[in-house]
Each structure stands twice: as C-alpha cells, then as structure tokens.
Nanobody, 123 residues
C-alpha cells in the first residue's frame, strides 16, 4: 500500500528549531491531505497542522505563529518547520496522509501513518 517514513526529530534546546520531513512511497495516484499529529507522554494524540492539496493550512492554537506545514505533492513529502520550540512541544510527532493509490486495475483510498519521530525540547 502506502508507507510513510519520517525524519528530522531529535533533541533541541528551548527556543531552537527543527524541521520534520515525511516521505510517502507506493503506487500513489493522488494525495488529498497531509497532516502532522503529536502525542506527548500521558496525553492523547493531537492534531498539530494540516495542509490540503489546494495549499490551505490550519494549525493548533498552541503552535500558530511558530510552526509551518508545507507539502510537495510531486515529491510526495510533507514538512513541518518548528521554530521557537518550548518544553510543551516535546512529543512523538506523526505524519498522516490520505488519498488514492493504485492496486492492479483498481484505485483505492488510503489513510497512512508514519512510525513517529521523537522531538525532545530541553531547558
């Protein structure tokens, strides 16, 4: 089907920046949505940012003005630029994509998740 591979996580000091990437592979016909979620220890997974094929974006209030989501449909990749990181941004970050893939003669919808990448912000 469709697999997503994330990269770019790591340890950063408060106030620093990181850029996450998520690349999709497989017989993808089209990608409709590209999203980033995160899950902090002991908390539920939350939506961080979304981008549509039309380029519209939306962000969680907690990251507005600090995070920027961008997508490259040709490269089947979504990015998350994270600036002014603070301790509350520490979490495992997951990318998620939805769209259509080709399976033989058929086209089927997909909804895939990455394996997650750890982002740790230190004081």
């Amino acid at each position: 089907q469709v697999q997503l591979v994330e990269s770019g996580g790591g340890l950063v000091q408060a106030g620093g920046s990181l850029r996450l990437s998520c690349a999709a592979s497989g017989s993808i016909f089209s990608i409709n949505t590209m999203n980033w979620f995160r899950q902090a220890p002991g908390k539920q997974r939350e939506l961080v940012a979304i981008i549509t094929t039309g380029g519209s974006t939306n962000y969680a209030d907690s990251v507005k003005g600090r995070f920027t989501i961008s997508g490259d449909n040709a490269k089947k990749t979504v990015y998350l630029q994270m600036n002014s990181l603070n301790l509350d941004d520490t979490a495992v970050y997951y990318c998620q994509m939805g769209g259509v893939y080709s399976s033989g003669y058929y086209k089927r919808p997909f909804n895939s998740w990455g394996q997650g990448t750890q982002v740790t912000v230190s004081s």
